[in-house]
């Protein structure tokens, strides 16, 4: 329920961070205003005693997180990839929360897999581990199965966790319907859409079932990506519950100084997850939306291994364009062209002025390209582009916050491996790719064979459609003509023919 009983949950929320001492770094890693600093001790402090008291021998806020629940351990884990946002010291303490929390007991994992799959574990499995990794949503065992011999991983869910999760979304789902409330102007960035776009993820992430079929499909695209290994899932073994797949043994991603010691060139490495993860979303439109350190790890051939598929992204085949177009404008500095894609794809309100439009972009990419490699961020960039909306009455796009997210996310990965490291001289080869396969008149040619194939599906219903539609505009309005409807079915009939006879003479020529 998302009544006012909330309240008790966020003032718990604050009390959390105050009595764990987390709330002073919280705001110091933000460089909050004295104001919102002020506000905030003194909303707090007197709750301080309400709070959860957490582990003591955690540091602070990983404390503060782990005790406030799952959600929260959700935002700590995508903090700690942007060190350059918390602060080395910060970032390092959250990084815990990716896969080092407490687990829960062996027997009880035991008895949920046994429920799960309908069998004693003892017939299924010759082996069944301690805990080796536990994160927010599940944890994993090593194991071995009774049948092949073969080495695999069992993830399963935590106990109660959907439940825990219910408790925070109901309260992040109050704080938003509050925010709006008190403040018309926030909603424009949509709070109510963009927690029901987290909560949605969530719900997917944990059922398991969907989980294995995520790694399957990511397993198909990425097959042929060099340096890149996606585990398969075994979906004879796999329950809302629990997910079995094959077994990878690699150094853990955020364990640099162990990468280095083994020989493998961090820069490369770096490069390489962001330009997979570029063309991932770019290529296929398929994408891991959660691809922090503790998903990742470095084999001994130094592929990249990647893990948890519970959150991926998807975006369609004309949003992907126009995001391709809108970084390859930065990148060459086009901010009209940039300022155009915005238009066109409807994200910039048409009553807008494209040039002056351009112009901010211009004032938002200029400063960003005048620094060193170290300093050049996309989070920075999407940070001064959040400025530059609230003057164009731009609306916050749910569909693309696990693109921008995930790409914010891979750039702190990426730059922990190598910290020197130029997102935009690494992104551009891969964004020109895509661009010259995509944009263009070889693009055009391909789009109407499309069109034209979805038209020769359809052929055989359009004379009836059309008789249709002529017959019921001619019985409202038999003294007008032509009919209202006609030109636009005129139109749409005679775009699907030259579409057909464009094709039909592609296919003849080639």
Same mark, same amino acid.
């Given at each position: 329920?998302r009544g006012p009983h909330n309240i008790w949950r966020l003032i718990r929320t604050g009390a959390t961070l105050e009595r764990t001492?987390?709330?002073?770094?919280?705001?110091?890693?933000?460089?909050?205003?004295?104001?919102?600093?002020?506000?905030?001790? #003194?909303?707090?402090?007197?709750?301080?005693?309400?709070?959860?008291? $957490?582990?003591?021998?955690?540091?602070?806020?990983?404390?503060?997180?782990?005790?406030?629940?799952?959600?929260?351990?959700?935002? $700590?884990?995508?903090?700690?990839?942007?060190?350059?946002?918390?602060?080395?010291?910060?970032?390092?303490?959250?990084?815990?929360?990716?896969?080092?929390?407490?687990?829960?007991?062996?027997?009880?994992?035991?008895?949920?897999?046994?429920?799960?799959?309908?069998?004693?574990?003892?017939?299924? *499995?010759?082996?069944?581990?301690?805990?080796?990794?536990?994160?927010?949503?599940?944890?994993?065992?090593?194991?071995?199965?009774?049948?092949?011999?073969?080495?695999?991983?069992?993830?399963?869910? =935590?106990p109660r966790v959907e439940k825990a999760f219910r408790k925070d979304i109901d309260a992040f789902y109050f704080a938003a319907s509050?925010?709006?409330?008190?403040?018309?102007?926030?909603?424009?960035?949509?709070?109510?859409? #963009?927690?029901?776009?987290?909560? $949605?993820?969530?719900?997917?992430?944990?059922?398991?079932?969907?989980?294995?079929?995520?790694?399957?499909?990511?397993?198909?695209?990425?097959?042929?990506?060099?340096?890149?290994?996606?585990?398969?899932? &075994?979906?004879?073994?796999?329950?809302?519950?629990?997910?079995?797949?094959?077994?990878?043994?690699?150094?853990? *991603?955020?364990? #640099?100084?162990?990468?280095?010691?083994?020989?493998?060139?961090?820069?490369?490495?770096?490069?390489?997850?962001?330009?997979?993860?570029?063309?991932?979303?770019? &290529?296929?439109?398929?994408?891991?939306?959660?691809?922090?350190?503790? &998903?990742?790890?470095?084999?001994?051939?130094?592929?990249?291994?990647?893990?948890?598929?519970?959150?991926?992204?998807?975006?369609?085949?004309?949003?992907?364009?126009?995001?391709?177009?809108?970084?390859?404008?930065?990148?060459?500095?086009?901010?009209?062209?940039?300022?155009? #894609?915005?238009?066109?794809?409807?994200?910039?309100?048409?009553?807008?002025?494209?040039?002056?439009?351009?112009?901010?972009?211009?004032?938002?990419?200029?400063?960003?390209?005048?620094?060193?490699?170290?300093?050049?961020?996309?989070?920075?960039?999407? &940070?001064?582009? *959040?400025?530059?909306?609230?003057? *164009?009455?731009?609306?916050? =796009?749910?569909?693309?916050?696990?693109?921008?997210?995930?790409?914010?996310?891979?750039?702190?990965?990426?730059?922990?491996?190598?910290?020197?490291?130029?997102?935009?001289?690494?992104?551009?080869?891969?964004?020109?790719?895509?661009?010259?396969?995509?944009?263009?008149?070889?693009?055009?040619?391909?789009?109407?064979?499309?069109?034209?194939?979805?038209?020769? =599906?359809?052929?055989?219903?359009?004379?009836?459609?059309?008789?249709?539609?002529?017959?019921?505009?001619?019985?409202?309005?038999?003294?007008?003509?032509?009919?209202?409807?006609?030109?636009?079915?005129?139109?749409? %009939?005679?775009?699907?023919?030259?579409?057909?006879?464009?094709? %039909?003479?592609?296919?003849?020529?080639?």
């Open positions: 329920m001492g987390a709330m002073k770094i919280v705001l110091d890693a933000y460089k909050a205003p004295t104001a919102l600093r002020v506000a905030a001790r #003194v909303l707090g402090w007197p709750f301080k005693w309400l709070g959860h008291k $957490g582990d003591p021998s955690m540091p602070a806020a990983t404390r503060a997180l782990t005790a406030l629940g799952p959600a929260y351990i959700k935002f $700590g884990q995508v903090l700690s990839t942007r060190p350059d946002v918390v602060g080395d010291e910060l970032a390092l303490q959250l990084r815990v929360l990716q896969d080092k929390l407490p687990p829960f007991s062996r027997d009880v994992a035991m008895e949920m897999v046994a429920a799960s799959l309908g069998a004693p574990v003892d017939e299924m *499995f010759s082996e069944f581990s301690e805990p080796v990794a536990a994160a927010s949503i599940a944890q994993v065992h090593h194991a071995r199965l009774t049948t092949t011999g073969e080495e695999v991983a069992i993830k399963v869910l =935590r509050l925010i709006e409330f008190l403040s018309p102007a926030s909603r424009r960035l949509r709070p109510t859409e #963009v927690i029901a776009h987290f909560d $949605g993820v969530v719900r997917g992430e944990l059922d398991l079932r969907l989980e294995a079929a995520a790694a399957g499909e990511y397993a198909a695209n990425t097959k042929n990506d060099q340096g890149f290994v996606v585990p398969g899932a &075994n979906f004879g073994l796999s329950a809302r519950q629990v997910m079995v797949m094959d077994w990878a043994e690699g150094i853990p *991603f955020g364990d #640099v100084s162990a990468v280095e010691a083994a020989g493998h060139d961090r820069r490369a490495l770096g490069e390489r997850v962001l330009q997979l993860f570029l063309r991932h979303a770019l &290529n296929d439109g398929y994408f891991h939306a959660d691809m922090h350190q503790g &998903n990742l790890k470095v084999s001994a051939a130094g592929d990249i291994i990647a893990y948890d598929f519970g959150i991926m992204g998807r975006i369609d085949e004309y949003t992907r364009r126009a995001y391709a177009e809108i970084l390859m404008g930065f990148m060459r500095k086009d901010y009209r062209r940039v300022a155009e #894609v915005h238009f066109e794809a409807g994200y910039v309100p048409a009553d807008q002025d494209v040039d002056e439009f351009a112009q901010a972009l211009r004032a938002v990419g200029e400063p960003i390209f005048g620094m060193d490699a170290s300093q050049i961020s996309m989070a920075r960039l999407l &940070n001064y582009l *959040f400025e530059v909306t609230e003057r *164009f009455g731009m609306e916050t =796009r749910t569909d693309l916050i696990l693109l921008q997210r995930t790409m914010v996310v891979v750039e702190g990965v990426a730059r922990s491996m190598h910290p020197q490291i130029n997102i935009w001289e690494v992104a551009q080869p891969v964004v020109e790719a895509y661009i010259r396969k995509n944009v263009g008149p070889a693009a055009a040619l391909q789009d109407l064979l499309k069109t034209a194939t979805v038209v020769s =599906r359809f052929g055989p219903k359009l004379p009836g459609l059309v008789e249709e539609l002529l017959s019921r505009q001619s019985s409202t309005d038999q003294n007008q003509y032509p009919p209202k409807g006609a030109p636009k079915i005129l139109y749409v %009939l005679l775009a699907a023919v030259l579409a057909s006879n464009v094709a %039909l003479i592609w296919l003849l020529a080639s």
